[in-house]
């Protein structure tokens, strides 16, 4: 089994920064890719930024140039630092990875999710 927690979320004012971060535990072989993604009411969850396990980043044009993804393949962890925060990107960030496990005599391989935590701007 595999957990990802997040911490580092909160409430913030607008041009603001916070730093996310999601740490993997269980039984993993391999992270693959890694990422976060944000829900706000009313809305679909839509991804904020990606990260391979080389480093290589993909973030959302609405984010280019605030947030920046990164990763600690040592510590199993993922980062997300948010600077300039607008109301706009109020919602629950979730921490997201692909990972190979071993089990059942074969290498396996699938998502998770881990359980969001909460990130308000205010104006």
């Known amino acids: 089994q595999v957990q990802l927690v997040e911490s580092g979320g909160g409430l913030v004012q607008a041009g603001g920064s916070l730093r996310l971060s999601c740490a993997a535990s269980?039984?993993?072989?391999?992270?693959?890719?890694m990422g976060w993604y944000r829900q706000a009411p009313g809305k679909q969850r839509e991804l904020v930024a990606s990260?391979?396990?080389?480093?290589?980043?993909n973030p959302a044009d609405s984010v280019k140039g605030r947030f920046t993804i990164s990763r600690d393949n040592a510590k199993k962890s993922v980062y997300l630092q948010m600077n300039s925060l607008k109301p706009e990107d109020t919602a629950v960030y979730y921490c997201?990875?692909?990972?190979?496990?071993?089990?059942?005599?074969?290498?396996?391989?699938?998502?998770?999710w881990g359980q969001g935590t909460q990130v308000t701007v205010s104006s």
């Open positions: 269980g039984s993993i072989f391999r992270l693959n890719a």
């Open positions: 990260i391979t396990s080389g480093g290589n980043t």
């Open positions: 997201n990875a692909d990972v190979t496990y071993y089990s059942g005599g074969i290498y396996r391989q699938n998502t998770y």
